[in-house]
């Protein structure tokens, strides 16, 4: 067996105390082990912030970023320095207006807040009664409304409301400077674009105002821009647009934004990336200068975002990539680009965390493109040697699941499966290694607890309901309590009060197992045979149901159950308790939060701490507790297996990490190890493909069997092997075996009077007998042949040839062999031969098959067997056969996987005719010479339970031998099973 290399000592089993449960206080906490394993530190990922390049407006002292629900922030030109926008109550949106004067509205609809940037004063601006907000541009708002457009302006410490006198329906609103605003009107079927400044008057342009499609409209310092679809590029000075500046043609209109005017040139954003949805806040862009006298798109930008602002002076801002540094960037007239400040850094904090068999499952906080979005993600924790963490494995998102502020909670099976419940107490499961979105199961759940294939839950005080994660069914209902919990196939519920009753939920039966404590039990953990108990907030401790004692806890704020440890939390910091007091109780850490499963868990199939702490950084503590020995939680193994639907999947699930493993089928009859399997590490259940086939691919015989799985845990505890016994009931029965369907094969011995007797094989003899007497008369027997299964119904046949020479298939079913027996005729004539024998499978086709000799010319003849209980038309396969006594059965004698047929010669010597797997004989094989002291060979079958095919012998004084085969071909050392079998007339 191989063998993981660290070792560690067992641990000393614990005296029972008595049923009566003890309450054991905890003792003072020796040292923790100087040299326990060290503490691993998963650093938070730091992501660039994307909000901080989503620009919105451009000042005199610096420049306004971000969307409304992460949060707007004014940043400086001169240091850098970012200050959030604080938004007074019912605000939540900031509006630019080209100068340090931010605009802040909200449900409020009656009035707006003007804020000043360079000394954060605030002021409230009423708005006319009967209108509401439209724009803003410098210190005017501008409003529309029953009255028409409007301006607001503060003058002279009050507010001042301008009528904007202006023909027909107002539009809608474009870009606009710290200056004035683009406003388009509506004249009957006529649209115009209108420049409005601080003086209210409508000043007319010459910009396109189609009613579908008025193309883009930027303004940027002291130029306006206009892009229309036909690929038009029109530039104006804001102060005066009835007479263009420049006009040029630029492609590319469909998939482009225009950023404005800079220097020489026109700048515009052209997507990259044509997958996922369009952005202009993503940075999926490449910003290229297109000259305004005519000329070659030059690149300025790489990657960038397709938000533009402009300050006064025409330098126009834009979030970049540039060199790698995301961040803020300033593009001036020579189309220089200079970084204003680079994107700080986020962390990617966990909302809620996960820890099974040593795979660490988060929800993550992701900063995104717009807005952040929680992450489910996972990476594998070493569970042998030093403790290192893998690559992070992205699962996905799902907004409807996994808010961006919040998350569910999400458990671990401890099998790879998640299991996580939202707030409608909707339950979902989602696949080892599958990414989101999720399978909705059938259930509901308040409460739930989930161990390998098993979720139990509660949903609004109603009876607790366990599910089959493989199936989706519900399997058990129990009854109506607040405290269950679930280990493996265990189910632990509340009882009589201050105890817990364990059920099987594979039966649904109650077992003996019983926890205790000196309370009203309000909830239950458990894990193994350790059950965590809880009497409301004043009073819990832990119950070994081996020990059959209790560990005390001191008061917590929250608790968990590990292996051999229980992790809780008091003000703020994080201890584990040894519940074999080994190491007692010693502290691990502050999370950052103290609930259990967002801030912190424990490893329930392993025994490591995890926890998030103030910076967003993941620790994994191992415990330092020396964890239990592995064992078996679970196994969906069938106690009864029909071969002829045998393959399937099985598991074993095992309380932790396995370094590897090893699987042994054994026949418990022979006690031979009749297929292997091993495997590496593993973390779950220990799995194994099975097609119902021994290891030499044949389906096995009826008959007990278990499985021994041998654990090797890789925490270095002791080896343990599982075994889990079953039954196969199979179509094809052991060869010869016709009584006791112990694997082994029987003799068939008919005496003169006519009785047919089934000598049971039992240690190489044949001693115990089933009797079937009446074979007299027309029913007098002249050859039986014991033929294996010839209908395929799962029993063993016997094919018997009256002297009147019919040949039926008798079905004994494990009874006795008498005339009434029901069997199936084969036909008549079967006199002509003098020698009939079933050595086995001759043809590879699965089925046994007949050989039989002529009497008259000694030719050999093979009769295949067709599957319907009968035979197909015979084949010669040997000549000069008369003077050999042909052994009644043999099987594979050589051990190569084909049938073989036994022969001995007229001189007394033995042959080994190997078949070829294809009807045909192959070269014999001398055996050995001398045999001619006997008058009765039987290939008798697997008679000691070695697994391999033995022969009988009588002698020609009554005699009987046994002689092992050793399964190359060959007989080991006789062995004599007793003397008077001249008794009998014919042994088959």
């Known amino acids: 067996m191989r063998r993981h290399t660290l070792v560690r000592s067992a641990v000393a089993a614990v005296t029972a105390l008595g049923i009566a449960a003890s309450v054991a206080p905890l003792a003072a906490a020796p040292a923790f082990a100087a040299d326990a394993p060290a503490e691993l530190t998963i650093p938070a990922e730091r992501t660039p912030d994307y909000n901080a390049t989503v620009l919105n407006g451009a000042g005199e002292t610096g420049y306004l970023s971000g969307w409304t629900k992460p949060g707007f922030n004014w940043t400086s030109y001169t240091d850098g320095t970012t200050r959030p926008v604080t938004m007074p109550s019912g605000r939540d949106t900031a509006w630019d207006t080209g100068t340090d004067l931010l605009v802040l509205t909200g449900d409020d609809e009656t009035t707006v807040v003007q804020r000043n940037m360079k000394d954060g004063s605030d002021r409230t601006l009423a708005l006319p009664a009967g209108q509401h907000f439209a724009g803003t541009f410098g210190d005017a ?42 406003v388009q009107q509506s004249i009957a079927d006529m649209r115009l674009i209108s420049w409005v400044g601080r003086d209210g008057i409508a000043h007319s342009t010459r910009l396109a105002a189609e009613q579908y499609d008025h193309g883009q409209i930027v303004v940027g310092g002291p130029r306006a821009v206009q892009w229309t679809k036909d690929g038009k590029a029109t530039v104006w000075n804001t102060g005066d647009f009835r007479t263009a500046t420049d006009q040029l043609t630029i492609p590319g209109y469909e998939d482009s934004r225009l950023l404005g005017a800079v220097g020489d040139s026109v700048l515009v954003a052209r997507r990259v990336s044509t997958t996922g949805q369009e952005r202009y806040s993503s940075l999926d862009y490449r910003v290229v200068a297109v000259p305004l006298k005519g000329g070659p798109e030059r690149v300025v930008l790489e990657k960038a975002t397709a938000m533009a602002e402009f300050k ?14 995301q961040g803020v960037y300033a593009v001036g007239s020579a189309l220089d680009v200079t970084k204003v400040r680079e994107s700080p850094a986020q962390p990617v904090s966990p909302l809620g965390i996960s820890l099974a068999q040593g795979r660490l499952t988060t929800v993550d906080r992701v900063p995104g493109a717009d807005a952040p979005e929680a992450r489910l993600r996972s990476l594998d924790l070493s569970v042998s040697g030093p403790l290192t963490a893998g690559a992070r494995t992205d699962r996905g ?85 607040a ?81 051999s440890q229980v992790a809780w939390l008091k003000d703020g910091e994080l201890s584990v308790t040894d519940l074999r007091g080994g190491t007692g109780t010693h502290k691990v850490g502050k999370p950052a939060s103290a609930v259990p499963g967002r801030g912190w868990t424990v490893d329930r199939f392993g025994g490591a701490v995890a926890y998030v702490d103030a910076r967003g950084d993941t620790r994994v503590a191992p415990s330092g507790v020396t964890s239990d020995s592995v064992g078996l939680l679970d196994t969906d193994a069938p106690a009864s297996v029909d071969a002829k639907s045998a393959a399937r999947t099985i598991r074993w699930w095992t309380s932790k990490p396995l370094v590897s ?58 080896d343990q092997t599982f075994t889990t016994p079953f039954e196969v009931k199979a179509p094809a029965p052991a060869a010869r075996d016709y009584v006791g369907t112990d694997g082994l094969g029987d003799l068939l011995a008919v005496t003169p009077g006519g009785v047919a007797d089934f000598r049971a ?36 046949d016997v094919l018997v040839r009256l002297t009147s020479g019919e040949l039926r298939a008798y079905k004994p079913a494990g009874k ?68 050999y006594l042909l052994a009644s059965g043999a099987g594979d004698l050589n051990g190569d996987g084909t049938t073989d047929l036994l022969a001995r010669d007229a001189s007394g010597t033995l042959w080994l005719y190997p078949g070829s797997g294809n009807g045909t004989l192959a070269t014999r094989v001398k055996v050995g010479g001398g045999w001619q002291v006997f008058d009765a060979l039987v290939g008798a079958g697997d008679l000691n339970g070695d697994g391999k095919p033995d022969l009988l012998a009588r002698g020609t004084d009554g005699v009987l ?20 079998w001249q008794m009998y007339k014919y042994l088959f």
């Not at 649904?508 to 239950?524: E, H, Q, W, Y």
């Not at 008549?828 to 089925?847: E, I, Q, V, Y």
Request: net charge negative; proline share 4%.
């Open 483 to 563: 405290a269950f919990a679930l280990s493996g196939s265990t189910l632990w519920i509340g009882g009589e009060p201050g105890e817990a009753l364990a059920v099987d939920v594979r039966t649904g039966r109650a077992t003996d197992g019983r926890a205790m404590a000196p309370c009203l039990i309000t909830s239950l953990q458990a894990r193994g045979g350790d059950v965590f108990w809880e009497c409301g907030p004043e009073k819990s401790g832990v119950y070994d149901t081996a020990a059959r004692k209790n560990v005390d806890l001191p008061a917590h704020d929250s608790a968990l159950l590990g292996d």
């Open 397 to 481: 998102a799902d907004a409807k699941d996994f808010p961006a502020d919040a998350a569910p909670d999400v458990q671990s099976t401890g099998d790879g499966r998640l299991v996580y419940r939202l707030a409608d107490g909707t339950v979902k499961l989602l696949a080892e290694g599958a990414a989101l979105p999720a399978r909705t199961l059938g259930v509901k759940a308040d409460v739930l607890r989930v161990s390998g294939r098993y979720l139990a839950t509660r949903y609004q005080s109603e009876r607790v309901q366990v599910t089959d994660l493989d199936t989706g069914a519900v399997i058990y209902t129990g009854v109506g309590t």
């Open 312 to 325: 006064s002076d025409g330098t126009m801002l834009i979030g970049a990539v540039v060199d790698g540094h």
């Open 761 to 796: 094989g039992a240690g190489g003899k044949v001693d115990a007998k089933v009797s079937g007497s009446g074979w007299t008369g027309a029913d007098t027997i002249s050859a039986a042949v014991p033929f294996d299964d010839v209908d395929g119904d799962g029993t063993n």
């Open 141 to 182: 708002v501008l409003t529309e409304g029953a009255s028409g457009m409007q301006l607001v302006l503060w003058e002279d410490g009050k507010v001042r409301v301008r009528p904007v006198p202006v023909a027909g329906d107002t539009h809608s609103l474009y870009s606009g400077g710290k200056d004035g605003i683009l």
């Open 661 to 718: 493993w090893d699987l042994e089928l054994v026949d418990l009859a022979t006690r031979n190890t009749v297929r292997n399997a091993t495997g590496g590490e593993t973390r779950g259940p220990v799995r194994l493909d099975w097609d119902g086939k021994n290891a030499s691919g044949k389906a096995l015989a009826s008959g007990k069997y278990a499985w021994k799985v041998t654990a090797v845990p890789a925490d270095g505890g002791p």
């Open 816 to 883: 006795a062999l008498t005339p009434s027996t029901p069997y199936a005729r084969i036909g008549s004539g079967w006199n002509a031969f003098d020698a009939l024998t079933s050595p086995g499978d001759l043809t590879g086709d699965g089925r046994s098959d007949l050989v039989a000799r002529e009497a008259s010319s000694g030719d050999l003849y093979l009769y295949e067997a067709n599957g319907a209980g009968n035979f197909k038309a015979r084949v010669k396969i040997g000549t000069g056969w008369k003077n």
């Open 961 to 980: 031998w046994s002689y092992p085969g050793d399964g190359k071909g060959n007989f080991g050392g006789r062995v004599r099973v007793g003397g008077g």
